[in-house]
Nanobody, 125 residues
Framework: QVQLQESGPGLVKPSQTLSLTCTVS??????????WNWIRQPPGEGLEWMGA???????YYSPSLKGRTPISRDTSKKQIALQLSSVTPEDTAGYYC?????????????????WGQGTQGTVSA
C-alpha cells in the first residue's frame, strides 16, 4: 500500500521560500495513471489545490498561486518537492501530499485516494 510522508522546516520568515518534500513508499511515482498533488489548508479554511505532477513529469499548477509554487521530483528518491516563494503569513497552512487517479484541481477530499499526514508550514517573523 502506498504511503506518503511530508516534511518541511515548520517555520519560515516572510519573504523566504518554504520548501516541502513528499516521500513516497510502497509505490512508484513514474508508473500508473496517478497524479501526485500538493494541497494546503489554512487555519479555519478549506482545502486549496496547489499543483500536481503525473508520471510524465509535466506539472500542473493552480493559476491562483501565480507561479510561486514550482513542483519538481527526484525519481531515485521517490520524492515530490514543492517550493513556495515569497511567503507571507497568509501562506501559513497545513500542507498535504495526496495521490489521485486523475487530474483533480478542486481539492475535494474524496477525489484523492491517498494522503500523507501533512506538515505544518508557519510564516512568521
Amino acid at each position: 500500500q502506498v504511503q506518503l510522508q511530508e516534511s518541511g522546516p515548520g517555520l519560515v520568515k516572510p519573504s523566504q521560500t518554504l520548501s516541502l518534500t513528499c516521500t513516497v513508499s510502497g509505490g512508484s511515482i513514474t508508473s500508473g495513471t496517478y497524479y501526485w498533488n500538493w494541497i494546503r489548508q489554512p487555519p479555519g479554511e478549506g482545502l486549496e489545490w496547489m499543483g500536481a505532477i503525473p508520471k510524465s513529469g509535466s506539472v500542473y499548477y493552480s493559476p491562483s498561486l501565480k507561479g510561486r509554487t514550482p513542483i519538481s521530483r527526484d525519481t531515485s528518491k521517490k520524492q515530490i518537492a514543492l517550493q513556495l516563494s515569497s511567503v507571507t503569513p497568509e501562506d501559513t497552512a497545513g500542507y498535504y501530499c495526496a495521490r489521485s487517479n486523475r487530474l483533480k484541481t478542486k481539492g475535494r477530499v474524496r477525489e484523492y485516494g491517498d494522503w500523507g499526514q501533512g506538515t505544518q508550514g508557519t510564516v512568521s517573523a
